[in-house]
């Protein structure tokens, strides 16, 4: 909830400095950046609170909706598995009306009206979100995921010296009578063993939180670690999306955009992925994942990290394709200047894409949900968007270095993608170098996904059945269900006495 309203204080001061002229930044040369004082700190402030609240909902949202689902129900894990699907169409559709209907609404209305519509809806959906409240499951609060995880390192790194027992037994854990042992317990595995010295427990000395910990928070940073290599091996397909995103504009810009008496604005181009994966999402819930749920007896159909791999290789051909399109675009333009392509040929590498995500997107947010510790989930769906937010990164950093090698190998002196004049410029070579890139990146993916152990179904059957779970309350469950519980447990242990 307050991430929302995080959210909303952005757009509304956004909006605000959009509507009023007196809020703009004053016309500026040779200046790095035109906005300074008041009306800069307002800007990267509305900025700010735009990401910090956009960034906590997209990490909180898959997490509190999937939580809802009980998984000792077999029918509701099938339901579980379909539901990132269905969040990733509303997200789809949510995102096509953005880059259509509030991107014609800015241009030909006013910025502000764009950005006022966001406003509104925002407000709307936060509303929805506040009434529900009252319905959701919530696991009760507890330790924050970042704490625990450093309460392990720290306790390790103090205990380095210390040897391992041979006897992982001897490794302290919560006793199930302890009246704090709330926690479900993770087996011990032999992976990354240095940290096991985290629950060492001293003789003659007291133990704090951050000097000894249990297996179990141990091996929730073990799982956290484990995933590591999966988000890394993700960056590279997020940073092609951002090419597209950007460069596709600018070629947009140069091609052919009516379809038929419509004018097609080049920021409205994103909208291709997004109409491939509204209709490609549907078919593969309905379609695929019945079909091979027959086949690998996988509850989605196929594990989340072989549809991760699919995306990967999606990604690949998308650049591939991309650098194909943008010869055919160059060449017709000098040749016909005034008869462009049409902007649709961009379709053929959005489409491809948009199939990409569909697979890498939906299948990291379930691959990180039901691999994490119920206490991390949040945590570990939001490597999702880290892995996003490094991709973008990584782009701006691919064209500055890119450029300045281009600059001094080639035989013009001029960098790949110099200047603002694509046809200038050889787009088609940066985009061919990231689909060897990706190439590559996905032979390191498939060592990392092999590498990878999945939690096994006993572990996890062994969690969900664990006594300890019980004892932590689900806020929003009847207390009548509550009551009905503790009678039957009384009635049977006075049956077996």
Partial sequence: MEVT????????????????????????????SCMEGGIGVLFYTSLYLLALGSGGMRGALPALGA????????????????????????TTIGSSVGVTGIVWVSINMGWWKGFFIGLVTTFVGFVVLSLGKPFYRLQAPGDGPIIRVAQVIAAAFKNRKLVLPDDSDELHETNEEEVDSTEPKIAHTKQFRC?????????????????????????????LTRMLPIIGSTILMNTCSAQLQTFSVQQGNKMDKTLGS?????????VIPFVFMSILLPVYEFVFVPFARKITKQPSGIKQLQRVGVGLVLSAMSMA????????????????????ISLFWLSFQYGIVGIAEMFTLVGLLEFFYKEAPDRMRSLS?????????????????????????????????????????????????????????????????????SWYKYRTEDAVEAELQSPSLNVVPLLGEAQEDVSKTISEAASVETQRR
């Fill in 262 to 270: 419509l004018q097609v604005p080049a920021p409205s181009i994103p």
């Fill in 67 to 90: 939580d809802q689902f009980n998984r000792k129900d077999p029918e509701e894990t099938k339901a579980l598995a379909s539901y990132f699907n269905w969040l990733m169409l509303s």
């Fill in 195 to 223: 940290l096991d010295k985290a629950a060492i427990l001293q003789g003659g000395c007291t133990p704090t939180a951050w000097t000894l910990c249990t297996v179990t928070q141990v091996e929730e940073v073990k799982v």
């Fill in 381 to 449: 769906t939001s490597f999702t968007w880290i892995s996003f937010s490094f991709g973008y990164f990584l782009s701006s950093v691919f064209v500055s270095v890119i450029n300045a090698v281009t600059k001094r190998i080639s035989p013009s002196k001029q960098g790949w993608l110099h200047g603002d004049v694509l046809d200038q410029n050889n787009l088609q070579h940066f985009y061919w170098f990231l689909a060897i890139l990706n190439c590559l990146n996905f032979f390191n993916y498939l060592y990392w996904a």
């Fill in 321 to 340: 394709v991309a650098g194909m399109v943008e010869v055919r675009r160059k060449n017709q333009s000098r040749k016909s200047p005034l008869k462009p």
């Fill in 5 to 32: 309203a995080l959210q909303l204080q952005g757009l509304m001061l956004i909006t605000i400095q959009a509507r009023y002229p007196s809020l703009y930044p004053k016309p500026c040369n040779n200046k790095s």
